[in-house]
């Protein structure tokens, strides 16, 4: 079995946005995919994830937390696992974006802005 990789959680990081996350009363599965998902169940399922995510007030601090945490899985701030590694090869580990940083290179990838 392939070791997994895990999040590397930033010192200064905190939680409280996670107390306004819309996804907290929505299904978890529908932000992870299970194991083998392709084609279009995973779009689909990454798309509904999406959509909860672009209402939710808390979706830059979210994208900015699995961004610096170089989460491994799951839809976070309305990117996809796909979508954060486009971002890493942009920026290098040692530069942790911050909130603002992030909103610049989403802005260029049109990725924060979109609801799926
Ligand atoms: S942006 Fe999406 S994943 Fe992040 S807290 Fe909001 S609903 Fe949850």
Known sequence: MPQQPLSQVPDDVV???QERGL????DPDVF?????ERGMAR???DRAAKAICA???VKVECADYAIRAREPYGVWGGLTEEEREALYARVPATALPKISHVAELS?????LGHAG
Do not use: E, I, K, V
Not at 23 to 26: E, P, Q, V
Not at 32 to 36: I, K, S, V, Y
Not at 107 to 111: E, G, I, L, T, Y
């Open 32 to 36: 992870f995919h299970p194991q083998n």
């Open 43 to 45: 779009l689909r399922r």
């Open 55 to 57: 209402g939710c007030p």
């Open 23 to 26: 996804c907290r009363t929505a």
């Open 107 to 111: 802005a260029d990838a049109s990725m």
């Open 15 to 17: 939680w409280t946005w």
